[in-house]
């Protein structure tokens, strides 16, 4: 699979730079409509977007380097080479989540109401960026066969392009995609069904199950980021599910009880 997209000699256009960027416009665009109707400022939604995104960047880039730092230390220039992939999610929403923090601490805004709406236009980002990954020809599994891939029902042009270097490998990508998809009609429907949830519901519900699926997918990797003999992806994923499930039920449970004392004391 040839990673680039379009060639100009000198210029060079990356099919991972594409889809990440698709990903971006589309969350923008849904971020920006969802917090409109919810009465936010233009201004507000403006600087909340372009630095989450900085912050969001920097951090994911930040993260996988770190993880990564004997071999960057020798190849200095290409931490800045972020078209060629590397970029993790955990460490974009670790840093995304500290401006929001910031931000929103700062106009005084609950961050969860933010987070809430953010989550269900990030992990469809996700599932669009995904495909960044197929095109560069990463965050696959182990060598598998052909017969085995065409068993799981995956798609031929996928397999096709799983055969690299005389080998064909698991479509790790493919299957966290199914899993940021199933999410979005998820928090879509949950969003539209559930009655006066409180803030939180949705970035509870997106960290817990976004959590156990990165979990599972994460021990079928080749390219886990590691921490001594742990993969770090899933030392995050266990505190965001514990993070998630907080959300969803302490946080939950908190909001019905005030509502009972209300209606007494009424």
């Known amino acids: 699979m040839n990673p680039v997209m379009v060639d100009l000699g000198i210029i060079k256009i990356y099919y991972y730079s594409v889809m990440i960027l698709i990903g971006m416009v589309i969350g923008i665009f849904l971020i920006y409509k969802a917090l409109t109707k919810k009465g936010f400022s233009e201004d507000f939604i403006t600087d909340l977007m372009f630095y989450t995104i900085i912050f969001g960047i920097l951090g994911a880039r930040i993260y996988y380097v770190l993880f990564n730092l004997p071999y960057y230390s020798k190849n200095i220039l290409e931490i800045f080479e972020i078209w060629n992939g590397g970029l993790a999610i955990h460490g974009g929403i670790i840093g995304g989540v500290l401006w ?5 601490k ?3 805004v609950n961050i969860l ?3 809430d709406v953010l989550c269900v236009s990030l992990i469809l980002a996700q599932a669009i960026g995904r495909w960044g990954n197929f095109f560069n020809g990463e965050a696959h599994g182990a060598v598998t066969t052909l017969e085995h891939l065409q068993s799981l029902g995956i ?5 096709n392009g799983m055969y690299i270097n005389g080998n064909y490998y698991l479509p790790t990508f493919y299957f966290e995609f199914l899993l940021d998809i199933g999410l979005f009609i998820i928090l879509i429907l949950v969003r539209k069904y559930v009655k006066n949830p409180k803030n939180g519901l949705l970035t509870g519900i997106y960290f817990s199950i976004y959590s156990i699926g990165r979990f599972f997918i994460e021990g079928l990797r080749t390219d886990s980021l590691m921490l001594g003999n742990l993969r770090i992806a899933r030392v995050i994923s266990i505190i965001l599910f514990l993070i998630g499930l907080f959300l969803i039920f302490y946080k939950q449970k908190d909001t019905r009880t005030n509502r009972l004392k209300k ?3 009424n």
């Open 100 to 104: 929001i923090v910031y931000y929103c």
């Open 106 to 108: 700062k106009k005084n």
């Open 113 to 115: 109401k933010i987070t």
């Open 155 to 159: 798609p031929k042009f996928i397999i």
């Open 263 to 265: 209606a007494l004391d």
